[in-house]
Structures are given as C-alpha cells and as structure tokens.
C-alpha cells in the first residue's frame, strides 16, 4: 500500500529565509508525486507535481521540489519566505500502476512565516 | 470561471437527519470524488467516481452515500450522520484522460453533528 509521511506538524521559518518543507513516500514502482496548498478557509490549490524526468520541479508562487528516489523523498522549498506563503501544505502520492483516483495525502504541515 | 463549487458551506445538524452536501464542476471533468480533513489524519477520500453512474469506495465510505446522474455534480448524503461526521468536506474533479494528473478542489464544507 501507498502512503506518504510529512514528519513536520508546523515549521517556522523568518520572512526572507529559505523553507523547507519535508515529504517521504513509499510506493512500489515509480511513484507520481504532488504538493498542494491550502489557504485559511479555502480549498486545496495545486503547486507541483513531478511524474518523470528532471528531479528539480518548480511550480507556482516560486516553490520548487526535489525527488530524491534513494531517500524517497519530495521535500518544498523555496528560496525566499513570504508572509503569504503562511498555510498549509499538503504532499500527495500516487502509484503509477493504480488508478487516476488512487491519491493519497500526507497529514499536512503547517508552514508559518514570521514576519 | 473553471470552478469546484460545494453548498452549504457550513452547516450544523443533529444525530439522524438526513443532509445533503452537492458539489458541481464546469470544466466538463469526467472524475470527481470526496474527501473529509480531520486535524492530524490529512485528507482522507470517501468516495470517487471516474464517470457518469460509475462510484467507487475510498478509503472511508462508512456512513456516506454518492450519485452520479450528470458528469458535473457528485453530491455527498449522509442518511443518518453521527457525531462522528463532524469533519471538513472537500469535493474534488480532475480529467481521467489528460496527463495533468491534477486535481481541482472546492472551497469545502464544514459539518458539524449535534
């Protein structure tokens, strides 16, 4: 069975420095990978995805993920913190060799950036 | 507009009354599913459907019932909720065929059982 593993509830960081954001998955085969944001009282907006090829994905708002296939790893990161960048992040994982609806989500980790 | 949209937004009812929740997508997207978010277990999904009359389990279906008589709604019923279906409820579509593999969501409902 697929599942995936944000081992962070909350990470703080200063506006301006680099975040991280971690995610470890374990699935069999090739997995398809994904992060999501959810904003105060709003629905789960999608930032990335990588499914083949450069391990370097960038995605929306300068966020940008790297797949580590030794580490099964997908970790966030971005630069440069903003205060907008305050909510909370979702990694996901699919298995290539199920179904389209066979996502699976991590528990979430709450990104705070402090001003 | 391309859009999830989900009614009610929040809603508080008591043990046993029936409610539905709809949910309803414009970009002509042939799969839709639900999920429930509970602080500390993530998004966990009820149900899905891949087409029009074709659902399926997720993860968490006990207590939940879903139709798909039109491709653009995928509405939620609870027939008898518990306390224990107090939960934030997001409905979800995506296109089957296209590479994107991406999921769009609605802004969610929040459910409180009385």
């Known amino acids: 069975a697929q599942s995936v593993a944000q081992p962070e509830d909350q990470v703080n960081v200063a506006e301006g420095n680099p975040l991280t954001v971690k995610c470890t998955y374990s699935v069999s085969g090739n997995p398809y990978l994904f992060w999501y944001v959810q904003y105060p009282n709003r629905g789960l907006q999608f930032l990335l995805k990588?499914?083949?090829?450069?391990?370097l994905v960038k995605g929306s708002y300068g966020f940008e993920a790297e797949f580590n296939k030794s580490q099964t790893s997908f970790h966030l990161k971005k630069p440069s913190a903003l205060v907008s960048d305050s909510a909370l992040y979702f990694c996901a994982v699919r298995d290539p060799n199920g179904g389209y609806q066979k996502v699976t989500f991590g528990t979430g980790t709450k990104l705070q950036v402090i001003p | 507009e391309a859009q999830v949209t989900q009614n009610p937004r929040y809603l508080i009812t008591v043990t046993g009354k029936k409610l539905t929740v709809t949910c309803s997508q414009n970009?002509?997207?042939?799969?839709m599913s639900w999920y429930r978010q509970d602080p500390g277990l993530g998004l966990r999904q009820i149900y899905y459907s891949m087409n029009v009359e074709v659902t399926d389990k997720g993860d968490v279906p006990e207590g939940y019932k879903v139709s798909r008589k039109e491709k653009r709604n995928f509405p939620l019923i609870l027939e008898s909720p518990s306390p224990n279906q107090t939960s934030l409820y997001f409905c979800a579509s995506g296109d089957r065929d296209s590479r994107q593999e991406t999921q769009y969501f609605g802004p969610g409902t929040r459910l409180l059982v009385l």
């Open positions: 970009m002509n997207h042939e799969y």
């Open positions: 990588y499914i083949t090829g450069d391990n």
